[in-house]
């Protein structure tokens, strides 16, 4: 059975880290939309919503913890990967315990991040290139 190609969002303060993880992304085939800030992808869920969302955690403005209780609020089922480089005492946790599907500290390992957005999408949303071969 052929999956449904999984679309992705990067959400990262840093634009070095938005651009190598969609280029890593869009190597193995996903669909990905970056953004600077939460708002702007909150302002973005208005036009469909992504099937992951990779999240910064420490982000000026809105962090990572009020963007996955918006998206809540909102009623978004997007699954969520928090990433971080300042985990401060409780981060996990409370990420994790408020849906996160994974946890990941940068620097981040490029196959960790990929086997983290395929667990927490599940086996019916695939990159493209899985549905080729």
Do not use: Q, W
Not at 23 to 47: H, K, M, N
């Amino acid at each position: 059975m052929l999956g449904i190609t999984a679309r992705v969002a990067v959400v990262d303060d840093e634009e070095p880290v938005r651009t190598g993880l969609s280029r890593l992304l869009r190597s193995v085939g996903y669909e990905t939309s970056v953004y600077a800030s939460g708002p702007d992808f909150l302002e973005s869920l208005t036009g469909g919503e992504p099937d992951c969302v990779v999240l910064d955690l420490s982000m000026p403005g809105m962090s990572g913890h009020e963007v996955m209780g918006n998206m809540r609020s909102r009623g978004s089922c997007a699954t969520v990967v928090i990433i971080t480089g300042r985990e401060a005492p409780g981060d996990r946790n409370r990420a994790l315990g408020a849906g996160a599907k994974a946890f990941l500290r940068k620097p981040i390992d490029d196959s960790d991040l990929i086997s983290a957005i395929e667990k927490a999408i599940g086996p019916n949303r695939v990159p493209v290139r899985a549905r080729s071969e």
